[in-house]
């Protein structure tokens, strides 16, 4: 069951995490704070010179009304990302003179089925199932997985493929689009949710009261910016895709390798994440990561080996090509 502490939720992949229907809401009786000393409690304090705070330390929860229509910050920089992601994945699509159309068919799934398991891949808490929320309602309110989202897009592939009979790889199409979504996406993540744990350096993120009471995080200490670390990931990794996405003999690989690299370093980041500890000091998504990485790692390891020469006893070139 989601445990409620002020405005958050604490989710199955073990973070305190903003909800998104709650941000929206006033905290105490308090205005929401957007940044700088306004609607801060008396003896706040300004955030600590030298340190990231009056960049990254503000809280945003909403970006307005607009007809009555509250906009979300968090769900207005994913839909960014994912329109800069289709649009990445277009622009390969037609560079690679790739012309079938079921491929629109296949995105289409992957992006429903991510949409769904990012949803319900918070919602499982406890082996009881007794004790989590009502599905129902964590629809409507619980908070979301990117982990979740990316297994659900994986998968949703892989069925449109099956369904439009697609037998093409489209892995080169994908890991440049969603490594740029990714980092555009993550914005919505730094400025809604609790930075990370305490660093014990000046350049950390420092919240006042109002916008530490709003994402649960202590008030005043300097904390790791760890979604501006994941930002920072994907975007160079958006970038190494770009320049190498024509040198691989298997260029479908690409993703395989994006998807190796981003396990290895949410596995780490979660440590400063701030995370709920599940079991044996490691947080939901470390134990999720556990048992994908294996699979992931060895996936790349096959992707970067020389291609294995082809043998045949046959001098027919037709079939040769056939094997």
Same mark, same amino acid.
């Not at 199955?12 to 903003?18: Q, W, Y």
């Not at 994912?82 to 994945?89: E, G, K, N, R």
């Not at 744990?197 to 009471?213: E, F, I, P, S």
């Not at 996405?245 to 994440?273: I, N, S």
């Given at each position: 069951m989601s445990h409620r502490r002020g405005n958050l939720i604490v989710t199955?992949?073990?973070?305190?995490?903003?909800c998104l229907s709650s941000l929206n809401q006033p905290n105490d009786g308090q205005g929401v704070h957007r940044g700088g000393d306004v609607g801060e409690p008396a003896g706040?304090?300004?955030?600590?010179?030298?340190?990231?705070?009056?960049?990254?330390?503000?809280?945003?929860?909403?970006?307005?009304?607009?007809?009555?229509?509250?906009?979300?910050?968090?769900?207005?920089?994913?839909?960014?990302?994912? /329109?800069?992601?289709?649009?990445? $994945?277009?622009? !390969?699509?037609?560079?690679? +003179?790739?012309?079938?159309?079921? %491929? =629109?068919?296949?995105?289409?799934?992957?992006?429903?089925?991510?949409?769904?398991?990012?949803?319900?891949?918070?919602?499982?808490q406890h082996v009881d199932l007794s004790q989590n929320d009502a599905l129902a309602q964590h629809w409507l309110h619980g908070s979301r997985s990117i982990l979740g989202g990316l297994t659900g897009a994986y998968l949703g592939a892989l069925f449109g493929k099956r369904?439009?009979?697609?037998?093409?790889?489209?892995?080169a199409l994908f890991a440049p689009a969603v490594a740029a979504g990714m980092a555009i996406g993550r914005i919505g993540c730094m400025v809604t949710e609790?930075?990370?744990?305490?660093?014990?350096?000046?350049?950390?993120?420092?919240?006042?009261?109002?916008?530490?009471?709003?994402v649960g995080?202590?008030?005043? /200490?300097?904390?790791?910016?760890? $979604?501006?670390? !994941?930002?920072?990931?994907? +975007?160079?990794?958006?970038?190494? %895709? =770009?320049?190498?996405?024509?040198?691989?003999?298997?260029?479908?690989?690409?993703?395989?390798?994006?998807?190796?690299?981003?396990?290895?370093?949410?596995?780490?980041?979660?440590?400063?994440?701030?995370?709920e500890v599940a079991w044996a000091g490691l947080t939901r998504p470390q134990l999720f990561l556990l048992v994908v990485l294996p699979l992931l790692l060895w996936r790349a390891l096959k992707v970067l080996s020389p291609p294995a020469a082809k043998h045949s006893h046959s001098s027919d070139p037709a079939i040769v090509e056939a094997t």
């Open positions: 199955s992949i073990g973070r305190p995490e903003a706040a304090g300004p955030p600590q010179m030298g340190t990231l705070a009056g960049t990254l330390g503000a809280m945003i929860p909403t970006l307005g009304t607009f007809w009555g229509l509250t906009i979300s910050t968090h769900d207005a920089l994913v839909g960014a990302g994912l /329109v800069v992601a289709v649009a990445v $994945f277009g622009f !390969e699509k037609q560079r690679r +003179a790739v012309t079938d159309e079921r %491929l =629109w068919v296949v995105v289409a799934l992957a992006l429903a089925w991510g949409a769904v398991f990012a949803r319900l891949g918070t919602w499982v369904v439009t009979g697609y037998r093409e790889r489209t892995g609790s930075p990370g744990t305490a660093t014990g350096h000046a350049w950390g993120v420092v919240l006042n009261k109002t916008d530490a009471a709003l995080a202590p008030a005043n /200490v300097p904390l790791h910016p760890s $979604f501006l670390y !994941e930002i920072a990931f994907h +975007a160079i990794a958006f970038a190494l %895709l =770009w320049r190498f996405r024509d040198q691989l003999t298997k260029p479908a690989g690409l993703f395989t390798l994006y998807l190796g690299a981003y396990a290895v370093f949410r596995f780490l980041v979660e440590f400063v994440r701030g995370n």
